[in-house]
């Protein structure tokens, strides 16, 4: 039985986006504003949004849309992909697998590394063929991929593109470079579990400023000078003023909260230092952890799926495992592509054992203190030690 930290306490979720009141109230009046002025996109608070963007990253270009699928269905389009091959983790979402499948390019899935969550570098570059048109890396939970910089050398010495997919990343640093600048192309997810919001949305951010036109094109169904002269083949990819409001609003927070996630992450590994059955990964200084997800691991051999079921069902408190299963365990590219069982064993054997604990800017001290205790108790009950 559950002690006193049972589920008839609030729930605590997993993730949740977080507007403070002053917010809401600065963002309704813009809202009102907008409104009235019958300009609802490509107005003042999209490039206000864009230019805060590029200036917060340190980049050159920044170009809002619609969603992050977007941002990365365009980045593939205007690098010609069809018929070639997109390297990309199978631990990711399966929208980004999607996005390639769409461009008409083969998705090539690289393996996992247990201790950062991030793609294999070895694999990565062992899968590098004369048909590779580019690499997509997901910086998993937060962290920006490690070897960035080996792997972007490789990619410029190849003449092949580096696509960072910063959707977990806005805000997360090594050696004080943002996520998002470290290659030619950086996509960003507004969704609202992540480290902020728009509602959806996405941000495509680059150093390219042929990319960044030929984007600005797409988004708006392939226009060039006027909406009677169409350039490309697009679609209607705008984030709306709208989204904009909702976007400039959060980017605000953001540091703030960083700075959160990362206080109370310190709590976690305090709370949890103890548990002889976790392992909690370490990262080095140069790094700074955005945190968008805390991915913890089990020991080998526990069952992870009733410890989850118990932290759920008996103490009321949400939690996750990002990308269980991989993508090529997915019905979809069994199907498509003829995946299956034994393919990325990395990714197989660490995803069963992942154990995400809630985390987002909204989440209080306390709360982590009960989540802390209800892990603590509930490895007890399952018999972990
Ligand atoms: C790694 C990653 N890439 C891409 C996406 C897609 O983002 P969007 O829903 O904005 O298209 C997500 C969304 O969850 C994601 O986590």
């Known amino acids: 039985m559950a002690t006193d930290i049972n589920n008839s306490q609030q729930k605590i979720a997993a993730a949740s986006p977080l507007f403070p009141q002053q917010d809401i109230d600065e963002i309704q009046l813009a809202i009102g504003n907008i409104l009235r002025s019958g300009r609802l996109i490509l107005g003042e608070h999209t490039l206000a949004f864009e230019q805060e963007f590029q200036s917060y990253l340190g980049v050159e270009h ?121 290659s030619e192309s950086g996509c960003f997810s507004f969704y609202p579990t992540k480290l902020m919001t728009t509602g959806t949305g996405g941000m495509l951010t680059t150093s390219n400023k042929q990319l960044a036109d030929y984007a600005r094109s797409v988004r708006h169904h392939g226009v060039g000078n006027s909406l009677d002269d169409v350039v490309n083949l697009g679609n209607d990819w705008c984030m709306s003023e709208i989204h904009a409001v909702l976007g400039r609003s959060q980017l605000k927070r953001l540091e703030q909260s960083i700075e959160h996630r990362n206080r ?16 909690i990964p370490q990262y080095p200084k140069n790094f700074r952890h955005a945190y968008y997800k805390f991915p913890i691991l089990l020991r080998e051999g526990l069952d992870r799926d009733r410890f989850r079921r118990m932290i759920f069902e008996d103490y009321n408190i949400e939690n996750g495992a990002i990308y269980d299963p991989p993508c090529h365990l997915q019905p979809v590219l069994r199907k498509l592509m003829g995946c299956c069982e034994g393919m990325y064993p990395q990714a197989e054997s660490a995803l069963k054992r992942q154990f995400c604990p809630p985390i987002h800017s909204a989440l209080s001290e306390l709360e982590v203190d009960r989540v802390i205790a209800a892990i603590v108790e509930a490895g007890k009950r399952c018999g972990f030690n």
């Not at 109370?264 to 392992?279: A, V």
């Open 62 to 182: 920044a170009v809002a849309v619609s969603t992050c699928t977007a941002a990365i269905q365009i980045t593939l389009r205007f690098h010609e992909v069809k018929q070639r091959e997109v390297i990309l983790p199978t631990n990711n979402f399966i929208g980004v697998v999607s996005a390639v499948l769409e461009e008409g390019a083969t998705p090539v899935l690289a393996d996992m590394n247990p201790e950062t969550f991030c793609a294999d570098t070895d694999d990565v570059l062992a899968r590098i063929t004369p048909n590779t048109a580019g690499i997509i890396l997901v910086h998993i939970a937060g962290l920006v991929h490690p070897d960035i910089d080996r792997i972007r050398l490789v990619c410029e010495n190849k003449g092949i593109f580096l696509l960072e997919d910063a959707s977990h990343a806005h805000g997360a640093e090594i050696d004080g470079r943002k996520a998002g600048s470290l």
């Open 264 to 279: 109370l992450i310190i709590r976690y590994r305090n709370g949890l230092k103890e548990l002889s059955w976790l392992s």
